[in-house]
């Protein structure tokens, strides 16, 4: 990682800009970086790799002379990742900032970049951070087609959404999404070492993607994603539904690549997968398209002609999901992926399951992670009598271990020594591996994270119980050491509850400790980066659900506890979900059909409805 070193106040920057073949666009590109270079100051290297035989480039290199600019050719066409790849190596600068050639920098696009890395870097240089700037469309011409108009406006949204989630992402306390929209390329920046360390763009993703896989591997290594007002004007010129029809091909091609030839196993390519999982209808829906998307194609054609007539939003929208799945599905087969393929690729989900006391709760709020033992026991006859018995906790740390369907990770959290007394003398007749997570402070006294709360105060197990469960193959992870609310932390405090508490559970186990529990399940990317930073290789949420393709450091749980119903066992085994979670799931994608100027209205008229009592 980082390591301590921290930036200069004005570090240098190299500026990378691939190009092919649009010398015009690319003098505008390079005037308007001129005027920001001038106004910044500092030490600028602005490289231009042109990506194959270009003579108007090569004119154009020889007459430019607002600025001094570096000139990389490629012999032939190598695709955009070559191209700046090839610009970082001939990079000097401290920080890298890649720019396309038919953006146009804001003023204070240099200076905001370089801001972004000082001031993350001097309030903890432990880190490693990349800075991701705004991107504002600004159309050369309008869009010739109805259908266009509206993508351009989907777009533009699409944008301002995605700048929002880097802009609260560092707070934003749900990870479910937090791989999906990880992304590095354009008016992005980067310290050179860090791309050097991290291998910078694929070139086998030469078409499209590149951009979205170098950053979730940035994402999974715990780098930093930070905001930065940095801004870019998007020059585009391009007719849209040429463009995204396109790239909803691309998207089905790339998936297929990164999934099966690179492993890439994550919700960025999740995509896959939802023939055989995920809502009944979204399955049946994706199925529907693998097998008839010539079809899908004709009927997209009707609703584009509609949406050309009318202007419906409505009418757009079928268009845009029908269309999007027809190319996806006929670009995944036609790169040779076959459905026994896509079965074996996606695998078993991975079911961990999610305890703290078994003990019978005395009040509402103990039922709500308290289990009576007479219903631990019940439960684990229910997991019997399905089939699932319980994998070695070590066995998720295998990326590539093949997991069958009957296979449950169970875990444990806080260590009440309620767990000596009835979960221990189960462990070899019903062939248990548990893994418990301590947090370090408490253990030997009691839950005094609890004491603002409605609960009992409970002992935790003693050190001695401890190291015997040790002996007979429990394993355990960390819970911090003060169980504190992570996200509310400083950094130091963090560090000290994330690390310190992996190095005292070590000492005191005599061997590695690989995972770790978010206390009372709150976390965020910041929490997460710390993490992985300890060198854990695994955390826990308390997100309920089955692990497909998930991000190893927030995985998923089903919690059982005397709230859960014992009729709901199975289904919960099953599904990862309880009931009522389980009926919304299967129902988000009919909700997702009703349009969203209806759902505003809906959502109201259903929070101020008559409640009895």
């Given at each position: 990682?980082?390591?301590?070193?921290?930036?200069?106040?004005?570090?240098?920057?190299?500026?990378?800009?691939?190009?092919?073949?649009?010398?015009?666009?690319?003098?505008?590109?390079?005037?308007?970086?001129?005027?920001?270079?001038?106004?910044?100051?500092?030490?600028?290297?602005?490289?231009?790799?042109?990506?194959?035989?270009?003579?108007?480039?090569?004119?154009?290199?020889?007459?430019?002379?607002?600025?001094?600019?570096?000139?990389?050719?490629?012999?032939?066409?190598?695709?955009?990742?070559?191209?700046?790849?090839?610009?970082?190596?001939?990079?000097?600068?401290?920080?890298?900032?890649?720019?396309?050639?038919?953006?146009?920098?804001?003023?204070?696009?240099?200076?905001?970049?370089?801001?972004?890395?000082?001031?993350?870097?001097?309030?903890?240089?432990?880190?490693?951070?990349?800075?991701?700037?705004?991107?504002?469309?600004?159309?050369?011409?309008?869009?010739?087609?109805?259908?266009?108009?509206?993508?351009?406006?989907?777009?533009?949204?699409?944008?301002?959404?995605?700048?929002?989630?880097?802009?609260?992402?560092?707070?934003?306390?749900?990870?479910?999404?937090?791989?999906?929209?990880?992304?590095?390329?354009?008016?992005?920046?980067?310290?050179?070492?860090?791309?050097?360390?991290?291998?910078?763009?694929?070139?086998?993703?030469?078409?499209?993607?590149?951009?979205?896989?170098?950053?979730?591997?940035?994402?999974?290594?715990?780098?930093?994603?930070?905001?930065?007002?940095?801004?870019?004007?998007?020059?585009?010129?391009?007719?849209?539904?040429?463009?995204?029809?396109?790239?909803?091909?691309?998207?089905?091609?790339?998936?297929?690549?990164?999934?099966?030839?690179?492993?890439?196993?994550?919700?960025?390519?999740?995509?896959?997968?939802?023939?055989?999982?995920?809502?009944?209808?979204?399955?049946?829906?994706?199925?529907?398209?693998?097998?008839?998307?010539?079809?899908?194609?004709?009927?997209?054609?009707?609703?584009?002609?509609?949406?050309?007539?009318?202007?419906?939003?409505?009418?757009?929208?079928?268009?845009?999901?029908?269309?999007?799945?027809?190319?996806?599905?006929?670009?995944?087969?036609?790169?040779?992926?076959?459905?026994?393929?896509?079965?074996?690729?996606?695998?078993?989900?991975?079911?961990?399951?999610?305890l703290h006391s078994i003990a019978a709760p005395a009040n509402p709020d103990e039922?709500?992670?308290?289990l009576s033992p007479s219903r631990f026991r019940l439960l684990l006859e229910r997991?019997?009598?399905?089939?699932?018995?319980?994998?070695?906790?070590?066995?998720?740390?295998?990326?590539?271990?093949?997991?069958?369907?009957?296979?449950?990770?169970?875990?444990?959290?806080?260590?009440?020594?309620?767990?000596?007394?009835?979960?221990?003398?189960?462990?070899?007749?019903?062939?248990?591996?548990?893994?418990?997570?301590?947090?370090?402070?408490?253990?030997?006294?009691?839950?005094?994270?609890?004491?603002?709360?409605?609960?009992?105060?409970?002992?935790?197990?003693?050190?001695?119980?401890?190291?015997?469960?040790?002996?007979?193959?429990?394993?355990?992870?960390?819970?911090?050491?003060?169980?504190?609310?992570?996200?509310?932390?400083?950094?130091?405090?963090?560090?000290?509850?994330?690390?310190?508490?992996?190095?005292?559970?070590?000492?005191l186990l005599g061997e590695e400790v690989s995972t770790f529990a978010y206390p009372?399940?709150?976390?965020?990317?910041?929490?997460?980066?710390?993490?992985?930073?300890?060198?854990?290789?695994?955390?826990?949420?308390?997100?309920?659900?089955?692990?497909?393709?998930?991000?190893?450091?927030?995985?998923?749980?089903?919690?059982?506890?005397?709230?859960?119903?014992?009729?709901?066992?199975?289904?919960?085994?099953?599904?990862?979900?309880?009931?009522?979670?389980?009926?919304?799931?299967?129902?988000?994608?009919?909700?997702?059909?009703?349009?969203?100027?209806?759902?505003?209205?809906?959502?109201?008229?259903?929070?101020?409805?008559?409640?009895?009592?």
């Amino acid at each position: 990682m980082n390591g301590t070193h921290t930036m200069t106040s004005q570090p240098s920057i190299s500026v990378i800009i691939p190009t092919f073949r649009r010398s015009d666009i690319l003098r505008a590109t390079l005037d308007a970086l001129a005027e920001d270079a001038q106004g910044w100051g500092g030490a600028v290297q602005v490289i231009v790799v042109c990506d194959g035989e270009d003579e108007g480039t090569r004119t154009l290199a020889k007459s430019y002379s607002a600025m001094a600019v570096e000139w990389v050719f490629h012999e032939q066409n190598l695709g955009l990742p070559s191209a700046r790849n090839s610009g970082a190596r001939t990079a000097s600068g401290d920080l890298i900032v890649f720019l396309d050639d038919d953006t146009a920098a804001a003023p204070s696009l240099l200076r905001e970049h370089a801001a972004a890395h000082i001031a993350a870097e001097e309030r903890d240089p432990r880190y490693d951070y990349v800075a991701c700037g705004k991107i504002v469309e600004a159309a050369l011409a309008a869009q010739s087609s109805r259908t266009g108009e509206l993508l351009e406006k989907t777009w533009i949204s699409t944008l301002d959404r995605y700048e929002a989630a880097v802009r609260d992402g560092e707070s934003d306390s749900d990870l479910a999404h937090a791989q999906e929209i990880s992304c590095f390329g354009l008016n992005c920046s980067i310290r050179r070492d860090l791309f050097e360390r991290t291998g910078g763009f694929n070139p086998l993703l030469r078409s499209m993607d590149e951009e979205l896989e170098y950053g979730v591997r940035l994402y999974a290594r715990g780098v930093r994603f930070l905001p930065t007002p940095a801004t870019v004007y998007h020059r585009n010129d391009k007719d849209l539904v040429e463009y995204f029809s396109r790239c909803w091909s691309l998207g089905g091609a790339c998936d297929s690549l990164r999934a099966s030839r690179l492993g890439e196993h994550n919700s960025q390519t999740r995509n896959l997968l939802k023939l055989d999982t995920g809502p009944k209808l979204e399955q049946l829906t994706n199925r529907a398209f693998w097998h008839a998307h010539v079809d899908g194609r004709e009927v997209a054609n009707v609703l584009r002609r509609l949406t050309e007539s009318t202007g419906s939003r409505f009418s757009f929208r079928l268009w845009h999901d029908v269309e999007r799945l027809s190319r996806y599905w006929a670009a995944v087969q036609e790169s040779g992926m076959t459905r026994d393929q896509l079965r074996v690729l996606a695998g078993e989900p991975v079911r961990v399951i999610m305890l703290h006391s078994i003990a019978a709760p005395a009040n509402p709020d103990e039922s709500t992670y308290y289990l009576s033992p007479s219903r631990f026991r019940l439960l684990l006859e229910r997991m019997r009598d399905g089939g699932y018995h319980c994998a070695d906790p070590r066995k998720l740390e295998d990326q590539h271990a093949v997991w069958d369907a009957g296979e449950v990770v169970l875990t444990f959290d806080d260590g009440y020594d309620d767990f000596y007394a009835e979960v221990f003398p189960l462990i070899a007749e019903h062939g248990l591996k548990p893994l418990v997570f301590l947090p370090v402070d408490w253990i030997g006294k009691s839950n005094g994270w609890d004491v603002d709360k409605p609960v009992r105060s409970r002992k935790l197990m003693t050190l001695d119980q401890v190291r015997e469960l040790q002996r007979y193959g429990v394993r355990f992870g960390s819970h911090s050491i003060t169980h504190p609310s992570m996200p509310t932390l400083n950094q130091d405090a963090l560090w000290r509850e994330v690390s310190e508490s992996k190095r005292r559970l070590e000492d005191l186990l005599g061997e590695e400790v690989s995972t770790f529990a978010y206390p009372f399940g709150e976390t965020n990317r910041r929490v997460r980066a710390a993490v992985i930073q300890a060198e854990y290789k695994l955390a826990f949420t308390t997100t309920e659900g089955l692990n497909i393709w998930q991000d190893p450091f927030a995985l998923l749980r089903t919690e059982f506890n005397d709230r859960v119903a014992p009729w709901s066992y199975s289904l919960k085994l099953r599904t990862g979900l309880g009931i009522r979670e389980s009926v919304k799931q299967e129902l988000l994608p009919l909700w997702r059909l009703i349009p969203r100027e209806l759902r505003a209205p809906l959502v109201k008229a259903w929070r101020n409805r008559p409640r009895r009592g």
